[in-house]
């Protein structure tokens, strides 16, 4: 096992001393116990270590023993999901290290000299660790990481599969029959909104597209519909979210199985707040948790944008803009408007 390597990719992943110390120490105690990681992920990517420390609530209810030989003082379950955490992250590790490319000869960096005209004291700033809240607030209170992922899960509210599907095929007629729907604005301060208004004209023959003034009051009003939860009544330091984005496009704007209430404390995790290897993580589960929940609605809409061949009309749609707008304007909004229709790829399994 590589410690000072694993050590260093910890601090770079944004750990703190105290918790890089704490990963290290649980790898040295699995490779003592159940041999090197290297080794063992060299021989199955540590399929079977993994395995090994796997200690479900089950297991626990039951009293069984640990499948891995390593001694821990206290809780079993929550001591094998602690080294199980730690040898995840050692693989991690050890992926980002395979992948990493050392040039034969280093690259001669060449530093310019600048004559002094007079020596200056400047005092020497101390080097500082990256710190991670994230990291520091699970190692304080002991708690493994999938714990944490799990808790944010089970208490982001979404609506029930069946309203979800209904109000879906409501929206669709909706937008089909010139009837009233909305979107976020687009540009800066919705200046270029009006040609997602133009766009939906071309494509559905619907004029009756407005901008949503507040950018969210209509997905709460759903959401909140389909939920019976009120934000600041029943739902207190909840977010209304939107799960696969796409907010330009009126169906996935308004369609209930694209909105949830997501607790604040998790909130930063979904977009593009949070920083470091948690929102990474935390988003594959959150996506693939609503995706399984909301599979047939997914599905339909999928054939929806290639039943009615959205992506070629975009294309010919912006060409025939081609002498009423600025090129680079039609360039980044065609590129825009292809993102909000594009499919949602998922697997079943």
């Known amino acids: 096992m590589n410690e000072s390597g694993f050590r260093n990719w910890l601090l770079s992943q944004g750990y703190n001393a105290g918790t890089t110390n704490s ?26 270590l993994l395995f090994r420390l796997t200690y479900t609530t089950e297991d626990e209810r ?38 990493t490319v050392i040039p034969e000869t280093p690259v001669p960096i060449i530093i310019a ?27 304080y ?20 599969p069946e309203y979800a599907l209904t109000q879906w095929s ?59 939860h009120r ?15 796409h907010t330009k496009n009126p169906l996935l704007f308004e369609a209930v199985w694209n909105i949830c209430f997501t607790p604040k404390m998790f909130d930063p995790l979904t977009g593009h707040e949070a920083k470091g290897i948690w929102p990474e ?19 339909d809409y999928n054939a929806f944008i290639i039943e009615h061949k959205i992506s070629t009309r975009i294309h010919t749609f912006v060409s025939s803009l081609a002498k009423k707008y600025d090129e680079s304007l039609l360039r980044k909004f065609q590129e825009d408007a292809l993102y909000e229709w594009q499919t949602i790829v998922y697997n079943k399994t």
């Open 23 to 48: 990963r290290v120490s649980n790898c040295v105690r699995v490779c003592e116990f159940e041999g090197d990681i290297d080794v063992l992920y060299a021989n199955d990517k540590c399929k079977e």
């Open 62 to 99: 039951q009293s069984r023993q640990p499948r891995h030989s390593v001694p821990i003082n206290g809780n079993i379950r929550n001591g094998t999901a602690t080294l199980k955490q730690a040898t995840g992250l050692y693989i991690r590790y050890l992926e980002d290290y395979c992948k």
């Open 113 to 139: 000299t600048v004559k002094k005209s007079k020596e200056i004291n400047v005092p020497k700033v101390p080097t500082t660790e990256i710190v991670d809240s994230y990291a520091q607030f699970l190692d």
């Open 141 to 160: 209170f002991g708690i493994d990481t999938n714990t944490f992922y799990n808790f944010g899960l089970d208490n982001t509210i979404f609506s029930e």
């Open 170 to 228: 409501s929206l669709k007629e909706q937008l089909l029959d010139n009837q009233p729907l909305t979107i976020r604005g687009y540009g800066r301060q919705g200046k270029h909104t009006d040609l997602f208004f133009e766009l939906y004209k071309y494509l559905f023959s619907n004029s009756r597209i407005k901008e949503d003034g507040t950018n969210n009051a209509v997905p709460r009003r759903n959401i909140q519909a389909a939920t019976g």
């Open 231 to 245: 934000i600041n009544k029943t739902l207190l330091n909840y977010q209304c979210s939107h799960i696969f984005g």
């Open 281 to 299: 993580e935390y988003q594959q589960l959150f996506i693939a948790a609503s995706i399984k929940r909301y599979h047939e609605c997914i599905t």
